[in-house]
């Protein structure tokens, strides 16, 4: 019999629970590194638990090799959800599966009824997946934050004129 080569990637996308804190607390750290934790962003969710209901892990063969994990916010006057940290392994990059779970994890915020998607990251992989920048320095972080990196995905009708005030964790 020839032999054979076994290219074997089962990738499966799983709502997020506790046995997978451990991994993702290594992805993130491979991916943001040690200053992770000074990010604005950050100290939003130092503010309260994000909603593991609407966070997702993608596995490989049963490792999970990515995460994206989503945070009840209010920001200015939008019941939102920020998005962040999305993180895939180096390993498994470039294959569709930062855009995967991002649009999985905006879909189930849809469905909760959010009325937007926030981030803090870079536009020009954002931007072409649905996000829209955020009026210069309408919104208040708890800490710095470059406000040209500050961008959202609008789930419901007048959302930007609402997007000004303080971002905060929401109950
Ligand atoms: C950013 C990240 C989540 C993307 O995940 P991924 O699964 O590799 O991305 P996808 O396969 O969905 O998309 C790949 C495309 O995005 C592009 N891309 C990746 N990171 C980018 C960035 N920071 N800016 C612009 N484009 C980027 C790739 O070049 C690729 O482009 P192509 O399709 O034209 O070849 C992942 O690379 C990661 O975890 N990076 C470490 C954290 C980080 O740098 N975050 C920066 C964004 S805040």
């Not at 406000?147 to 500050?150: C, D, F, N, Q, S």
């Given at each position: 019999m020839a032999p054979q080569l076994l290219l074997k990637h089962d990738l499966v996308y799983l709502t997020e629970d506790p046995s997978h804190d451990e991994i993702i607390e290594i992805i993130n750290a491979e991916a943001?590194?040690?200053?992770?934790?000074?990010?604005a962003a950050a100290r939003i969710r130092e503010q309260g638990p994000h909603d593991r209901s609407i966070s997702f892990v993608c596995a490989d063969d049963g490792e999970t090799i990515a995460s994206v994990r989503m945070t009840p916010v209010i920001a200015g006057s939008v019941k939102g959800h920020m998005l962040g940290p999305l993180a895939v392994r180096p390993s498994h990059k470039n294959r569709g599966i930062g855009r995967e779970l991002l649009r999985i994890a905006i879909e189930a915020a849809r469905r909760k009824g959010s009325e937007a998607v926030v981030l803090v990251g870079d536009p020009p992989y954002y931007c072409p997946l649905g996000f829209e920048k955020v009026s210069y320095n309408a919104l208040a972080f708890p800490g710095p934050v470059d406000?040209?990196?500050?961008l959202v995905v609008p789930l419901?009708?007048?959302v930007h004129p609402r997007l000004a005030g303080v971002i905060a964790w929401r109950p």
């Open positions: 943001f590194g040690p200053g992770r934790h000074a990010r406000p040209g990196r500050v419901v009708d007048d």
